[in-house]
């Protein structure tokens, strides 16, 4: 099931839009669940991190695209965002929020087509989606966009790509949730071993932290590391 929110003010886009995903989804055996919004606000008012792709109009009354966008970003950097709109020159301004593509009105199904299948083949390159509560809300990262967690007391630090986090969490539970290709290199650090890029003699090189080891826990992370570099994930 692939989960897809169409957010536009155009009641006839959101229907064509619809009409063109059951289209994909007779030709292809993919089921969709779409939810549509009328407006940026009644989507991030109500947004919780469920969806895979976005397809999001730029020019709405209120919050518009871009803004709905950046808000979206701050709750959730794995969903797809696919600005829909007739300014193609606006569109341009998707890397600011790692906008996969756009697609310009009146929309053509043959290049609807074509996106939405770059966006599903995205979907199922990073399924990897860990799931976090921080401040009351439900964020959502990529797992393959996170290199290291730490302890800080009652809390853990997710150290991504994009940036940090803070959750209250300890660091067990979340090692439940990461995923084999995790590894504890000491009782305070769980490392993706993907970013790892050396192996020093009481330390790791991850994302270009340098991490220390533990006597205890090396032995099972060079292990660890070694079968993750073997199977090529």
């Known amino acids: 099931m692939i989960h897809v929110a169409v957010v536009d003010d155009d009641a006839e886009e959101r229907r064509r ?21 009328a407006d940026g ?14 397809l999001m109009d730029i020019e709405m009354p209120g919050m518009n695209g871009l803004e709905s966008a950046r ?13 829909v709109t007739r300014m193609a020159n ?52 990529k797992a393959n966009t996170l290199r290291y967690i730490e302890t800080d007391g009652h809390y853990v630090i997710y ?13 067990k539970s979340v090692e439940k949730k990461v995923g084999p290709n995790f590894a504890r290199c000491n009782s305070c650090y769980l490392v993706n071993l993907r970013f790892v890029t050396s192996v020093r003699k009481n330390s ?9 080891m533990s006597r205890p826990k090396k032995h099972s992370f060079l292990e660890a ?3 993750f570099v073997g199977g090529g994930k």
């Open 41 to 54: 606000s009644s989507f991030i008012g109500t947004y919780t991190p469920e969806y895979d792709i976005v």
């Open 90 to 141: 606006l569109a341009a301004k998707g890397y600011e929020v790692d906008a996969l593509d756009f697609i310009v009105k009146p929309i053509d199904s043959y290049a609807f087509s074509l996106k939405i299948s770059r966006a599903l083949s995205r979907v199922a390159s990073s399924a990897d989606k860990i799931l976090l509560r921080i401040d009351g809300e439900i964020r959502c990262i």
């Open 159 to 171: 150290h991504t790509s994009d940036g940090t986090l803070k959750e209250y969490a300890s660091l």
């Open 204 to 212: 790791v090189i991850v994302g270009g932290d340098e991490l220390p």
């Open 17 to 37: 839009i619809k009409e063109y995903l059951d289209g994909i989804s007779a030709k292809r055996g993919i089921e969709f669940s779409v939810r549509e919004f």
């Open 71 to 83: 808000q979206l970003r701050s709750l959730d950097t794995a969903v797809i965002i696919i600005f």
């Open 225 to 227: 590391l070694t079968s």
